[in-house]
């Protein structure tokens, strides 16, 4: 059973910034990664997105140019680093797992499609004061 393990949320100021991490584990091989959030009573979201060996990555228009996604082999660690946040950054932010596409190839199910990830974290929260 594969868990993902994420941490990192919490209470910042509009304008700070905050780190998320997602480490899986109980399954061996290469993955991508995909960033989600969700606030009450709307859709869950797509944040970023990164393949299996860091060269693709993919962020929604809302947070282009203020998220980056990495991920440190050694540690098994995809990284959400969170600057300028601002308060509609606020949300509960989930990281997914693919195993079946690491490299994006499937052209039907996009990296920011939720449908393509088979794994889901248990979601942290972050909140950002105006």
């Known amino acids: 059973q594969v868990h993902l393990d994420e941490s990192g949320g919490g209470l910042a100021q509009a304008g700070g910034s905050l780190t998320l991490s997602c480490a899986p584990s109980?399954?061996?091989?290469?993955?991508?990664m995909g960033w989600f959030r969700q606030t009450l009573g709307k859709e869950r979201e797509f944040v970023a997105s990164?393949?299996?060996?860091?060269?693709?990555?993919y962020f929604a228009d809302s947070v282009q140019g203020r998220f980056t996604i990495s991920r440190d082999f050694a540690k098994n660690t995809v990284y959400l680093q969170m600057n300028s946040l601002k308060p509609e950054d606020t949300a509960a932010y989930y990281c997914a797992a693919d195993y079946n596409d690491p490299d994006f190839r499937d052209t039907y199910f996009l990296p920011e499609n939720k449908e393509r990830y088979m794994y889901w974290g248990q979601g942290t929260q972050v909140t950002v004061s105006s």
């Open positions: 990164i393949n299996w060996n860091g060269g693709r990555t």
């Open positions: 109980g399954r061996l091989g290469s993955y991508a």
